[in-house]
């Protein structure tokens, strides 16, 4: 069975593991959720681009990003978790690390930052923190 939620941690910790080894580009696979999230990463400036290959197997490419030398993305952690998913109300959704990071969060009306989620006034299921 496909799990959204171990796909997720498998890929977070292959980007900061490739990000500590100064490594240019990440290869996975990939599914449709999670090239919803890195378009939010792509369009915040924490990668620089993302390919999509579709062969025996589905590919995708993360190109990293750096400034002088060191990986934009310095905290990179999954919220919900399989067992214990964690929604939030627009009302409560707050700004992570005083608005130097994101949230992300899926709502009904797609992948999205919090603060876009909250300009819209609807919550949904917290996906992960990144900073």
């Known amino acids: ?10 890929a977070i910790n292959k980007i900061l593991i490739y990000q500590k080894l100064n490594l240019s ?13 890195l378009k939010v990463l792509k369009s915040n400036g924490y990668i620089d681009n993302f390919y999509l ?4 197997i589905n ?8 400034y002088k030398k060191k990986p934009v993305i310095k905290f ?8 214990l998913k ?13 608005g130097l990071g ?16 909250k300009k819209i006034g609807i919550g949904g299921e917290l996906i992960c923190y990144v900073f």
Do not use: H, P, Q, W
Not at 25 to 37: M, R
Not at 76 to 83: A, E, R, T, V
Not at 105 to 117: F, H, L, N, R, V
């Open 1 to 10: 069975m496909f799990n959204i939620y171990n796909f997720l941690s498998d």
């Open 53 to 56: 290959f579709f062969f025996k």
């Open 59 to 66: 590919l995708i490419i993360i190109k990293l990003k750096y």
């Open 86 to 98: 964690v929604y939030k109300k627009y009302k409560n959704l707050s700004r992570f690390m005083n």
């Open 102 to 117: 994101i949230t992300v969060i899926t709502t009904s009306k797609g992948i999205m930052t919090c603060d876009e989620a």
């Open 25 to 37: 580009y990440v290869f996975l696979s990939f599914s449709k959720k999670f090239i919803n999230i």
């Open 76 to 83: 990179f952690k999954k919220s919900s978790k399989l067992n």
